[in-house]
């Protein structure tokens, strides 16, 4: 699966504030690629979650921004019914995104260069003066991380 899901679990910040305003902005940033049709990559998308309750999701994601979760009970095809909380969120197909991206960068000056690296040194010493860190699992094996 190509799709991941908007919900701002990764925001690693001790100060509330910063970490709501880092939800505003990301938020703010896809619905406005919805609204103006900017990606193909973006949709807006109904989920359902199943291990957190309505507090803990209004603790990840806060009220101002999203507050329309409902409870609500889903029929499987097997006749399995489960309770669920429903909400909307954005669905963002990852692969098409970065290539939508990079399309954009490209269009406007930005020239890329893929290197791969063996070790940590090889990133010191790099004469690019913007890297994109996209090493993804590779990280830790660089980092330790």
Known sequence: MNDGIWLPFGYDSSDR?????????????????????????????????????????????????????????????????????????FKINIPMFIEELKTEATLRGVKFVDKCFQNSSDIVNLSEKCVFNCTGFESKRLFND
């Open 17 to 89: 504030l910063t970490y709501e305003l880092l939800c505003k902005l990301s938020w703010d940033y896809y619905s406005d690629c919805v609204k103006a049709k900017r990606y193909q990559s973006i949709k807006r998308s109904t989920i359902y979650d199943k291990y957190r309750s309505v507090d803990q999701l209004k603790k990840i994601v806060p009220p101002y921004i999203y507050n329309g979760y409902k409870n609500t009970t889903v029929k499987f095809e097997n006749g399995f019914e489960d309770q669920f909380i429903k909400m909307n969120t």
